[in-house]
């Protein structure tokens, strides 16, 4: 009895080894990476100052004048008079005044993987998951995106994180979904925000081979300020980070 119980031991621990080992073996590659950037903006106006005047007076002028004496009853004096002034002004200095802009942190994280067995897909097929994560400037959203693509494709695939689109070619050969769709949308104003995954699979049915790169391709209008009754823009800031290349 006791060899017996042994023996069914032994067989339930070569199953769960053997499970384990499938698991492993369908997820050909796995990735787990986050980009993060703040994003936050400065202009600025110089006032110009005035540079003042100094004091300024008008030429002085000489007056003659009868003065008699009892030697020289016909003498005549000179009397110097100067010219009235002006006070001195003093000058301003220059004054730098600006705007500043601050929309906060916006940070994206992805966790997936590449599997060979996956609902849905055939044996000529991959199976290329990743969860797309979220957090723009206070907002939050999860999308988690599946994409079954042939053996011996090359495909660009890009989805739209704000509007939960994808931009993809009508080519044969693959196919995108995109879940979540429960998930409230996030945006701002002048925020553009895409996740994009270049994906080529080779080799032949039961030992797929390729590659997987995955980037960030966002902007943001930071709009117009004013200061000082001017109008100034605020400019922009592209964010174009890489999240992970892979081969597998």
Same mark, same amino acid.
């Given at each position: ?17 053997f ?37 300024k007076?008008a ?6 004048? @009868? ?5 020289h009853?016909?003498? @005549?004096?000179h @009397?110097?008079i ?13 004054? =730098? ?17 590449v599997?060979?067995?996956y609902?849905?897909?055939?044996d ?11 957090a723009?400037f206070? =907002? ?7 994409? =079954?693509?042939d053996i011996?494709? =090359? ?11 994808l931009s ?14 429960d998930?409230a ?10 996740f ?6 080779e080799?032949v049915t039961g030992?797929p081979?390729g590659?997987?790169?995955a980037?960030v391709d966002?902007g943001v209008?930071?709009g117009s300020?004013?200061?000082a009754?001017h109008?100034?823009?605020?400019g ?13």
């Amino acid at each position: 009895m006791k060899m017996k119980f042994a023996q069914a031991i032994f067989l339930v621990g070569i199953l769960n080894v053997f499970t384990v080992s499938l698991a492993i073996a369908d997820e050909l590659i796995s990735w787990n990476n986050t980009v993060a950037s703040d994003f936050s903006a400065q202009q600025c106006v110089t006032i110009h100052g005035t540079p003042g005047t100094p004091k300024k007076c008008a030429s002085s002028y000489t007056q003659k004048y @009868h003065c008699p004496t009892i030697k020289h009853p016909d003498k @005549h004096c000179h @009397h110097t008079i100067s010219g009235p002034c002006t006070p001195a002004v003093p000058g301003t200095p220059d004054v =730098k005044q600006c705007a500043n802009v601050s929309l906060g942190n916006f940070s994206i994280a992805v966790d997936g993987g590449v599997f060979t067995e996956y609902a849905g897909i055939n044996d000529s097929e991959i199976a290329v998951q990743t969860t797309v994560n979220i957090a723009m400037f206070g =907002k939050h959203a999860s999308l988690p995106l599946t994409c =079954k693509i042939d053996i011996g494709k =090359k495909v660009s695939i890009c989805m739209n994180l704000l509007t939960r689109t994808l931009s993809q070619t009508a080519d044969s050969g693959y196919s995108c979904e995109i879940a979540g769709a429960d998930v409230a949308s996030i945006s701002s104003p002048g925020v553009t925000a895409n996740f994009c995954m270049d994906v080529t699979v080779e080799g032949v049915t039961g030992k797929p081979t390729g590659s997987v790169t995955a980037r960030v391709d966002a902007g943001v209008e930071f709009g117009s300020a004013n200061v000082a009754g001017h109008t100034l823009s605020m400019g922009s800031k592209d964010w174009n980070p890489a999240l992970f290349s892979v081969k597998f």
